[in-house]
Every structure is written in C-alpha cells, then in structure tokens.
C-alpha cells in the first residue's frame, strides 16, 4: 500500500514536497518513482530513484526536482523547486517490488497565480 501526500496549490516559482510511503511487503523494494497526469495527457514519468540512491529525471525538471528516499522508512519523497504552471498534475508515486509495480493514489499539484 502506498500513501502519497503534500499536494496543494502553489505560485510559479515555488516550491513543494510529496512524500509517498510504503506499508505492507516492503522488504523487497527496488525503484521508487513519480509519475504524474496532467489534464487530457498520458501519464508520465517525472523521476526514478534506485535501491542504492542513483536517480533519473525528466529532461523537463532536471535541476528543479529532486528525488530521494529513505530506505528505513519506506518512504520516497520528491522535492519540487521553481515550480511552473505546466508542472500541474496529479502525481503518483510506484514502487517496483518483487516483479511487480505498485502504485498509490495520486496528490493534485496545482502551480498557477
């Protein structure tokens, strides 16, 4: 099961954090991603971050976001600097676990003034 969370409405320019954790079989938890939908488009891929820390970013949010995750915690959280109106969405976080993906529920980010 995954609980994803830290959504809301922000500025262009400002900043957000999602936070997404795992409960349940975690033990074998490799990558740990966003996605994330915006209206009338398929979902996407925002960043993955592997077992070990190595990351991978969408070209459209390299150097505004960060991944990173907390293997003790099970938690996975995306840091979302210089926000832009095209970053609205919902996001989802997955988890690749045991040969099989698992996603949560998505988190609305909205960026507009």
């Known amino acids: 099961q995954l609980q994803a969370s830290g959504g809301g409405l922000v500025q262009p320019g400002g900043s957000l954090r999602l936070s997404c954790q795992a409960s349940g079989s975690t033990s074998n938890i490799d990558l740990m991603s966003w996605y994330r939908q915006a209206p009338g488009r398929q979902r996407e891929v925002v960043a993955v971050?592997?077992?070990?820390?190595?990351?991978g970013y969408a070209d459209n949010v390299k150097g505004r976001f960060t991944i990173s995750r907390d293997n003790a915690k099970n938690m996975v959280y995306l840091q979302m600097n210089s926000l832009k109106p095209e970053d609205t969405a919902v996001y989802y976080c997955?988890?690749?676990?045991?040969?099989?993906?698992?996603w949560g529920q998505g988190t609305l980010v909205t960026v507009s003034s």
């Open positions: 971050v592997t077992r070990y820390g190595g990351t």
């Open positions: 997955k988890v690749f676990s045991s040969g099989y993906d698992y």
